[in-house]
C-alpha cells in the first residue's frame, strides 16, 4: 500500500534524500537566486504557449514562486525541483508534481527546460529521476502527465520513458487561437521500472 494511501486532507510531500541525481544531472529545492532564470524562462514563447503560466508573468511572480516553494510543499500541495547539470548548480529547468487534492496518492507530474539549455536531455533525465521517487519512497501510486498535441518537443521527452499514452482529451488547452487536443499519460506504482535517465531532448 502506497505511504500516501488513505490519508484525509493534504499531507506534506518528503523531500527526495538523499537528492535525486544521474551523472552530472540532479534536481534540487529552490533558491533564491533560481528568481531571476525562472523569470527569464517564463518569458520564453515556447513556455508560454505550452504551459499555464500567465502572459505578464514577471519577476514578482518569479521570487513568490521560488519563495513559496517551500511551504507549498509543506501544505502538500506541490513539489517543485531546479534541474541542473552544472557545476555551480545554476538552474537549468524545473520538474515538478502537483498533488490531486481529492486523492493524495495521485499527481500531475510537469516539467520545463530553461531556453539556453535544451537538447541535453534535460527534461526527460529530470521527469525520469523525479518519477521513479514518487512512484517508490515518494509513496504515490499514479502520476499523470499531459502535454499539447503540437507541443512535439514534449511529447518527444516523454517517449520510452514508461509512461503509458492513455488517450487525447480533446479539446482541453486554450490558446489564443483556439482549444487544442491534450495527449494524456500516466505511470503507475506497480508497472516496470522508468527506463534510465540517459537520452536526448528534442
Same mark, same amino acid.
Not at 15 to 43: F, I, K, N, Q, T
Not at 51 to 73: M, S
Given at each position: 500500500m502506497?505511504t500516501?494511501?488513505?490519508?484525509?486532507?493534504?499531507?506534506?510531500?518528503?523531500?527526495?534524500d538523499?537528492p535525486l541525481?544521474?551523472?552530472?544531472?540532479?534536481?534540487r529545492?529552490?533558491v533564491?537566486?533560481?528568481?531571476?532564470p *525562472?523569470y527569464?524562462a517564463?518569458r520564453?514563447?515556447q513556455?508560454?504557449?505550452?504551459t +499555464?503560466?500567465p502572459r505578464?508573468?514577471d +519577476?514578482v511572480?518569479?521570487?513568490?514562486f *521560488?519563495?513559496g516553494?517551500?511551504?507549498?510543499r509543506?501544505?502538500?500541495?506541490?513539489?517543485?525541483?531546479?534541474?541542473?547539470d552544472?557545476?555551480?548548480g545554476a538552474?537549468?529547468?524545473?520538474v515538478?508534481? *502537483? *498533488?490531486?487534492?481529492?486523492?493524495?496518492?495521485?499527481?500531475?507530474?510537469?516539467?520545463w527546460?530553461h531556453?539556453?539549455?535544451?537538447?541535453?536531455?534535460?527534461?526527460r533525465?529530470s521527469l525520469v529521476?523525479?518519477s521513479?521517487?514518487?512512484l517508490?519512497?515518494?509513496g504515490?501510486?499514479?502520476?499523470?502527465?499531459t502535454?499539447s498535441?503540437?507541443?512535439?518537443a514534449s511529447?518527444?521527452v516523454v517517449?520510452?520513458?514508461?509512461f503509458v499514452?492513455?488517450?487525447?482529451?480533446r479539446?482541453?488547452?486554450?490558446?489564443?487561437?483556439?482549444?487544442?487536443?491534450?495527449?494524456v499519460?500516466s505511470?503507475?506504482?506497480?508497472?516496470?521500472?522508468?527506463?534510465?535517465?540517459?537520452?536526448?531532448e528534442?
Amino acid at each position: 500500500m502506497s505511504t500516501r494511501e488513505g490519508v484525509a486532507g493534504r499531507v506534506a510531500i518528503a523531500l527526495p534524500d538523499p537528492p535525486l541525481r544521474d551523472g552530472s544531472l540532479r534536481l534540487r529545492p529552490p533558491v533564491a537566486s533560481d528568481a531571476e532564470p *525562472v523569470y527569464e524562462a517564463c518569458r520564453d514563447p515556447q513556455i508560454l504557449r505550452y504551459t +499555464r503560466i500567465p502572459r505578464d508573468y514577471d +519577476r514578482v511572480d518569479a521570487r513568490a514562486f *521560488v519563495a513559496g516553494a517551500e511551504a507549498r510543499r509543506r501544505a502538500g500541495i506541490s513539489l517543485e525541483l531546479i534541474a541542473t547539470d552544472r557545476a555551480d548548480g545554476a538552474l537549468c529547468g524545473v520538474v515538478g508534481i *502537483v *498533488v490531486d487534492r481529492h486523492d493524495q496518492a495521485r499527481a500531475e507530474i510537469g516539467y520545463w527546460t530553461h531556453p539556453h539549455h535544451r537538447g541535453r536531455g534535460i527534461a526527460r533525465g529530470s521527469l525520469v529521476l523525479l518519477s521513479r521517487w514518487a512512484l517508490g519512497a515518494g509513496g504515490f501510486v499514479r502520476l499523470d502527465l499531459t502535454a499539447s498535441v503540437e507541443n512535439h518537443a514534449s511529447l518527444a521527452v516523454v517517449r520510452d520513458t514508461g509512461f503509458v499514452r492513455e488517450g487525447t482529451a480533446r479539446g482541453a488547452w486554450p490558446t489564443p487561437e483556439g482549444r487544442e487536443d491534450m495527449a494524456v499519460f500516466s505511470l503507475l506504482a506497480r508497472e516496470p521500472a522508468v527506463a534510465p535517465a540517459a537520452g536526448h531532448e528534442t
